[in-house]
Nanobody, 115 residues
Framework: QVQLVESGGGLVQPGGSLRLSCAAS????????MGWYRQAPGKERELVVS???????NYADSVKGRFTISRDNAKNTVYLQMNSLKPEDTAVYYC?????????WGQGTQVTVSS
C-alpha cells in the first residue's frame, strides 16, 4: 500500500535549520510530483514547495531563499532543507505525492521554532 513517512521535525531556535525527509513506497515515485505542505494551529493547510518528476520547483513566497526541496528517485525520498527558520514557520509539515487523480498524504511531522 502507499506510504509516505516523514521524519526530521523537532524544536529549533529562530535562525536555526532542520532537514525533513519523506520516504515513499507503494507507487512509482519517479513520476509523481512531490510536495511539502504545512498547517499551523487555526490555519488552513498551505503549500510550502513542490517538485515535479523533472525537477521543476514551485516555492511559496514566504520560504523562498530559505527552504530547498530535493528528491532522490533512487531512494524514493524527498527532502526539505529549512534554513533561517522563523517562529511563523511553526506548523505540522506534511509530505504529499500527486499524479493525475492520485493524491497521497503522509502523517505529518511537527516543526516548532521557538527560543
Amino acid at each position: 500500500q502507499v506510504q509516505l513517512v516523514e521524519s526530521g521535525g523537532g524544536l529549533v531556535q529562530p535562525g536555526g535549520s532542520l532537514r525533513l525527509s519523506c520516504a515513499a513506497s507503494g507507487f512509482i515515485f519517479s513520476i509523481y510530483t512531490m510536495g511539502w505542505y504545512r498547517q499551523a494551529p487555526g490555519k488552513e493547510r498551505e503549500l510550502v514547495v513542490s517538485i515535479t518528476y523533472g525537477g521543476n520547483t514551485n516555492y511559496a513566497d514566504s520560504v523562498k531563499g530559505r527552504f530547498t526541496i530535493s528528491r532522490d528517485n533512487a531512494k524514493n525520498t524527498v527532502y526539505l532543507q529549512m534554513n533561517s527558520l522563523k517562529p511563523e514557520d511553526t506548523a505540522v509539515y506534511y509530505c504529499n505525492a500527486y499524479y493525475r487523480t492520485d493524491f497521497y498524504w503522509g502523517q505529518g511531522t511537527q516543526v516548532t521554532v521557538s527560543s
